[in-house]
Nanobody, 127 residues
Framework: QVQLVESGGGLVQAGGSLRLSCAAS????????MGWFRQVPGEDREFVAG????????SYTDSVKDRFTISRDNAEKTVYLQMNSLKPEDTAVYYC????????????????????WGQGTQVTVSS
């Protein structure tokens, strides 16, 4: 069982930055691949960024490339999402997700591939 706790959301003006954190309670954090998703009311949950369990491979949805950076600290058992140049359309509830991964360099981009989810943190970007 993996428990995920997100933090770092809030209200920011367009052009500003936020850093989301997701702390995982699991003995072997290096065994899990991680991802960030976001959801706006009335819409499907959207993949934002993912990172493999090893090698530091990352993937991003096109709308956040060059603005967002996903990273992980295995010693702290935490994954981060650094969000820069935020836009009003980035407003959403952001969810951290985890899945036990057999493949060290694999990135998971679909919500159905993740077994564990955090409770979500609200990010609001004002224009």
């Amino acid at each position: 069982q993996v428990q995920l706790v997100e933090s770092g959301g809030g209200l920011v003006q367009a052009g500003g930055s936020l850093r989301l954190s997701c702390a995982a309670s699991i003995r072997s954090f290096s065994a899990i691949a991680m991802g960030w998703f976001r959801q706006v009311p009335g819409e499907d949950r959207e993949f934002v960024a993912g990172i493999s369990r090893s090698y530091g491979a990352t993937s991003y949805t096109d709308s956040v490339k060059d603005r967002f950076t996903i990273s992980r600290d295995n010693a702290e058992k935490t994954v981060y999402l650094q969000m820069n140049s935020l836009k009003p359309e980035d407003t959403a509830v952001y969810y951290c997700a985890a899945t036990i991964s057999t493949y060290p360099g694999r990135i998971y981009t679909r919500g159905t591939e993740y077994n564990y989810w955090g409770q979500g943190t609200q990010v609001t970007v004002s224009s």
